[in-house]
């Protein structure tokens, strides 16, 4: 099973600064299969990047995804207030599918 | 529009058998490349993937708890039910069915989750 690890466990910014947000993996992951969701309290998750890169339908171009093999970036250039969530990044290039343990943003 | 919507009990006992039924609109499960997947997330903590099932009947379970899951599918009724056997307390948390397509590796749409909780 590939393990992603999520890095840092918080991130304490303020409303206007750029957030990167890091998810690394146990063993090489296809770009075509790394996603990004955001999650606020009481909610499912959202589904922001796929394919490292891309943005889901609606998804601000503030919100950007880059990396390859085993190190991979979710960048949110200038935080809204709306940003403050929980983001996971998961893989799907090996059964069974896993997600990273999460990186909050709170508010600093 | 897509929409996915969980539903099952809210509590189960020790051992019991869960069975979750998500119930989608907006696509056909029929349809080439459609895909319905079983993640949970205990109180505080990450997702995990649990079980999926295509459009073909092509199926797929989390291998670490393969044993207990069991992913079906009605087409009739646009429907995808999964049980989970000999509940225990650590498989509280909510449960939510989202769409994926086939060649994908993503969720594109959710479900608004249930919360399970085991407990005698």
């Known amino acids: 099973e590939i393990v992603l690890t999520q890095s840092p466990g918080t991130l304490s910014l303020s409303p206007g600064e750029r957030a990167t947000l890091s998810c690394r993996a146990s063993?090489?992951?296809?770009?075509?299969?790394l996603a990004w969701y955001q999650q606020k309290p009481g909610q499912a998750p959202r589904l922001l990047i796929y394919?490292?890169?891309n943005r889901a339908t609606g998804i601000p171009d503030r919100f950007s995804g880059s990396g390859s093999e085993t190190d991979f970036t979710l960048t949110i250039s200038r935080l809204e207030p709306e940003d403050f969530a929980v983001y996971y990044c998961?893989?799907?290039?090996?059964?069974?599918?896993?997600f990273g343990q999460g990186t909050k943003v709170e508010i600093k | 529009q897509v929409t996915l919507k969980e539903s099952g009990p809210v509590l189960v006992k020790p051992t019991e058998t869960l069975t979750l039924t998500c119930s989608v609109s907006?696509?056909?499960?029929?349809?080439?490349?459609?895909?319905v997947t079983w993640i949970r997330q205990p109180p505080g903590k990450a997702l995990e993937w649990l079980a999926h099932?295509?459009?073909?009947?092509?199926?797929s379970y989390n291998s670490s708890l393969q044993t207990r899951l069991t992913i079906s599918k009605d087409t009739s009724k646009s429907q995808v039910v999964l049980t989970m056997t000999n509940m225990d307390p650590v498989d509280t948390g909510t449960y939510f069915c989202?769409?994926?397509?086939?060649?994908?590796?993503?969720?594109?749409?959710w479900g608004q989750g249930t919360l399970v909780t085991v407990s005698s």
């Open positions: 989202a769409r994926r397509l086939h060649g994908s590796g993503h969720f594109d749409y």
């Open positions: 907006g696509f056909s499960l029929n349809n080439t490349n459609m895909g």
């Open positions: 099932i295509f459009w073909d009947d092509e199926k």
């Open positions: 063993e090489v992951v296809s770009i075509s299969y």
């Open positions: 394919g490292t890169s």
């Open positions: 998961q893989q799907y290039g090996y059964s069974p599918g896993t």
